[in-house]
Nanobody
Framework: QVQLQESGPGLVKPSQTLSLTCTVSGGSITTNYYSWSWIRQPPGKGLEWIGNIYYSGSTYYTPSLKSRTSISRDTSKNQFTLQVSSVTPEDTAVYYC????????????WGQGTQVTVSS
């Protein structure tokens, strides 16, 4: 059974960088052909896909966030990380990590989510 767990600060100041880590257990992040995504849900809004990192290490981002977003991984720890720079209150959301198969957007495993608030 694959399990994902998000971790990171719950409060970030405007203009700073948000950094979250997803720790995966029960499966390797390098296993063919899975992709590992970050998704967020702002208060009162729907889910927004942020980007992903593939088993190969390739990364893809949603265009609206691409200039501020970076996803990386540490295969020795079976973790992948999200960084969003120059945050504003509009980046306040519940952030989730999730797994999908190859290039589709059917997420079969999700973390429980972590609240991140951007406020001074």
């Amino acid at each position: 059974q694959v399990q994902l767990q998000e971790s990171g600060p719950g409060l970030v100041k405007p203009s700073q960088t948000l950094s979250l880590t997803c720790t995966v257990s029960g499966g390797s992040i390098t296993t063919n052909y899975y992709s590992w995504s970050w998704i967020r849900q702002p208060p009162g809004k729907g889910l927004e896909w942020i980007g992903n990192i593939y088993y190969s290490g390739s990364t893809y981002y949603t265009p609206s966030l691409k200039s501020r977003t970076s996803i990386s991984r540490d295969t020795s720890k079976n973790q992948f990380t999200l960084q969003v720079s120059s945050v504003t209150p509009e980046d306040t959301a519940v952030y989730y990590c999730a797994r999908a198969y190859d290039g589709n957007y059917v997420f079969t495993y999700w973390g429980q989510g972590t609240q991140v608030t951007v406020s001074s």
